[in-house]
C-alpha cells in the first residue's frame, strides 16, 4: 500500500465523513470502502486481508488519520464527544465507581 494513497483516502473520509473523526473503527470501514474494497466478510477473511496486505492495517490507518488530522486542524475529532466514550468505556469496565 502507497503511503500517499493511504493517506489520500483518510484525508477524503475525514473530510467526507465527520463520525469517522471520533471513531478508529469508522475511520477504518470507510477507508477500505474508499480504497475500493468490500467489508462485507468474515472476520477470518478480514485478518486474512490485512495479512496478505490486500488491506491496511489497521494502525497504519489511524497513523495516517493522526497525520491528516495535524496537516489539517480542521478534520480532528472533537474531542469532549471523544472524552464521553471513554468515560462510558469506563464506566462500563467498571473503573468509574461514581
Do not use: W
Not at 502507497?2 to 465523513?17: C, G, P, R, S, T
Not at 491528516?68 to 480532528?76: H, T
Amino acid at each position: 500500500m502507497q503511503i500517499m494513497k493511504l493517506y489520500d483516502a483518510v484525508h477524503a473520509v475525514l473530510k467526507e465523513n465527520s463520525q469517522a473523526r471520533n471513531s478508529n473503527e469508522y475511520l477504518y470501514y470507510f477507508t477500505i470502502k474508499k480504497l475500493g474494497h468490500t467489508m462485507d466478510v468474515s472476520a477470518i477473511e478480514l485478518l486474512r486481508c490485512m495479512h496478505d496486505k490486500e488491506y491496511p492495517k489497521f494502525e497504519a490507518v489511524t497513523r495516517a488519520r493522526r497525520k491528516v488530522q495535524e496537516d489539517y486542524p480542521a478534520l480532528a475529532g472533537n474531542k469532549e464527544e471523544r472524552l464521553e466514550i471513554a468515560k462510558n468505556v469506563q464506566k462500563d469496565l467498571g473503573y468509574n465507581k461514581d
